[in-house]
């Protein structure tokens, strides 16, 4: 997933457990890697997405919650350059 090819705003979201990239039909392109937590005892699914709007940002949310997916860490982190504000 390349910025500069995608307008948007670029979010990092961290859920508990670890997510097939198959499993969900997310309402955007999501790219999913799987971790443990710092403490190295939980699995946790790191979803970076690049959203156009804040309209697809509460989508995405939305989907989070009716899969019933723990938020641990959500940041929006722009490209470099760009101000996150």
């Known amino acids: 997933m390349n910025p500069e090819n995608h307008p948007g705003k670029r979010y990092t979201i961290v859920v508990e457990g670890h997510l097939s990239p198959d499993w969900v039909d997310w309402p955007c392109q999501v790219e999913i890697r799987q971790d443990m937590d710092e403490n190295g ?5 790191i979803l970076t997405v690049i959203l156009p709007d ?3 940002l509460h989508s995405l949310l939305d989907k ?3 899969l019933n997916l ?3 860490f959500f940041q929006r982190s722009d490209p ?4 996150a504000i």
């Open 41 to 45: 005892r939980h699995a946790i699914s």
């Open 54 to 56: 804040q309209p697809a």
């Open 64 to 66: 989070i919650r009716d």
């Open 70 to 72: 723990t938020l641990v």
């Open 80 to 83: 470099a350059g760009q101000s």
